[in-house]
């Protein structure tokens, strides 16, 4: 697997970090109840297809990336840079 | 039809006529009692369980491929109760007394091989680490012996003790550990399942689960409708799709785990040898093959096939530990889904459906689980209450902040 980060091209997957969901962008305020903080930490959609990830570029720039690919197939279809996404949204 | 030594002889003697097919292939009834959605190791266990301890007969197994094609044939057989957490320690510990007398209860060789499992470590905090939690399965009433350098190098003289990064300090062996035959325990259950009267249908995709005012009332199949007042999603690996068609999600995100298999040697590596630092474990099949793996490919993935550098990675710490497996060829590698919780710790439970009920979240210990799991999951099915072993594996932990993190690593699905 390959993922072309907006930044430095197209690298190994050996470069990255994924931490998961980028239902991870949409963090509920502090003081939100419990039940939408389970919602965000634990409950995941976990689609057999498409599906929207966070990816951490560690042995490159350094940036986090919104990965969209298909779980079912491994390719990956667009990366675009978290900075200023929300998770819920596009 | 028993089998025996006699039998076999019997049989032998006669041109092996006398053979049958150990279950029926039967269509599916308009109504059961029980319906288990997945005929897998821990579905057809839970089938076995509630009509052998609980006298339900009128139950099925709807199993949308055949009956153990899935992760109960994917795996790499591992038995053990070495867990350390409360909720976790006494369920594998029951799990593991059900595996010492399985082959003899279901008159069916399980090949289950208590050849030992030691977990190495390789620091004094490790070592800490480790005799802290061999107290704690001692405490459960299950053995753990914390042996020194030369207490490994003793019963696995092969390893390479001086790595650079790694060096060997000791390990934590579990004698009652050790391998079974995956697939015999699935056909093992599915027999004892269908001599009791369950209806084992394959090839049998449930596509609806069927809800009336907060209440399971059946699900909608391939082959028809089919009525049932409680119904179990035993699908690990396709939980959340299944558990969707109830309007629910799940806290599991599905990742992939690799495995291998080399051609088969000469016995060599006579115990299970977990290397954890390096995310790699090996035992050796009968058949004389090393089976071994390591840890996840670490995003959610469904492909059932794995990446080349988890695959290069696992070889490499292979050949750090033991260097003389270096020549043996790999035949084969796979991949399986495996329902990965936030904790790393199942679920056996009902849900806010009454009547629905859920056991999934196996992470990537669920094969030894399959006996306790299907007996901890026929008892909440046919009694209403949590089987004490299992009473802690709940759907509403998460939400409560009450987490099994077995290895503390937080909570992210993909970490444990």
């Not at chain 1, 057999?48 to 560690?58: M, S």
């Not at chain 2, 039998?7 to 269509?27: A, C, I, K, Q």
């Amino acid at each position: 697997m390959r993922i072309t980060c907006p930044l430095c091209g197209a690298r190994d997957r050996r470069e990255f970090h994924y931490m998961g969901d980028a239902v991870y962008l949409d963090r509920p305020d502090p003081v939100a109840p419990a039940v939408a903080w389970d919602d965000y930490l634990h409950l995941r959609d976990n689609p057999a297809g498409e599906t929207r990830d966070l990816w951490f570029h560690e042995a490159g720039c350094g940036a986090w990336l919104v990965v969209t690919r298909n779980t079912v197939s491994h390719d990956v279809l667009s990366v675009a840079l978290a900075d200023g996404i929300r998770g819920g949204a596009g | 039809m028993r089998y025996s030594g006699f039998r076999l002889f019997s049989e032998g003697m006669t041109g092996n006529r006398g053979w049958r097919p150990v279950w029926r292939d039967p269509e599916p009834k308009p109504e059961y009692d029980v319906i288990i959605i997945g005929g897998g190791g821990h579905g057809l266990a839970t089938a076995y369980y509630l009509a052998r301890e609980h006298g339900l007969r009128n139950v099925a197994v709807l199993e949308k491929g055949y009956l153990g094609g899935g992760n109960v044939g994917r795996n790499t057989t591992i038995v053990r109760a070495n867990y350390f957490l409360p909720g976790n320690s006494e369920f594998y510990s029951h799990s593991l007394k059900l595996w010492e007398g399985l082959a003899q209860e279901l008159n069916f060789n399980v090949m289950h091989s208590q050849r030992g499992l030691i977990n190495l470590f390789h620091s004094d905090g490790q070592r800490d680490a480790f005799a802290r939690r061999g107290n704690a399965m001692i405490n459960q009433g299950d053995d753990a012996i914390l042996l020194d350098r030369e207490g490994v190098r003793e019963i696995l003289p092969y390893l390479d003790f001086d790595n650079a990064r790694f060096p060997i300090h000791g390990g934590l062996y579990h004698p009652r550990g050790g391998t079974a035959r995956h697939d015999a325990v699935a056909w093992g259950y599915a027999r004892g399942a269908d001599a009791r009267g369950v209806d084992l249908v394959q090839n049998c995709e449930v596509t609806g689960i069927d809800i009336s005012n907060g209440r399971v009332t059946g699900v909608q199949t391939t082959r028809g409708a089919i009525r049932a007042r409680k119904v179990g999603i035993v699908v690990a690996g396709r939980s959340g799709q299944v558990a969707a068609m109830a309007g629910m999600r799940l806290p599991i995100e599905s990742h992939i785990l690799q495995a291998f298999v080399t051609e088969g040697l000469k016995p060599v590596i006579d115990h299970v040898v977990s290397f954890g630092m390096g995310h790699f474990y090996i035992s050796q099949s009968d058949k004389g093959g090393l089976v071994f793996g390591g840890d996840l490919d670490f995003h959610a993935s469904y492909a059932q096939r794995g990446n080349l550098p988890m695959a290069e990675h696992v070889m490499e710490a292979g050949m750090a530990l033991m260097p003389m497996i270096g020549k043996a060829r790999v035949l084969r590698s796979w991949g399986g889904i495996m329902d990965m919780t936030p904790d790393g710790s199942p679920i056996i439970d009902r849900t806010a459906i009454e009547g629905l009920h859920v056991n999934c979240g196996w992470c990537y210990g669920g094969f030894k689980a399959v006996p306790g799991s299907g007996f901890s999951f026929a008892h909440l099915l046919a009694t209403g209450r949590h089987h004490a072993p299992a009473a802690r594996f709940r759907l509403d932990r998460f939400a409560r902040g009450d987490l099994i993190d077995e290895e503390g690593t937080g909570s992210q699905h993909n970490l444990h």
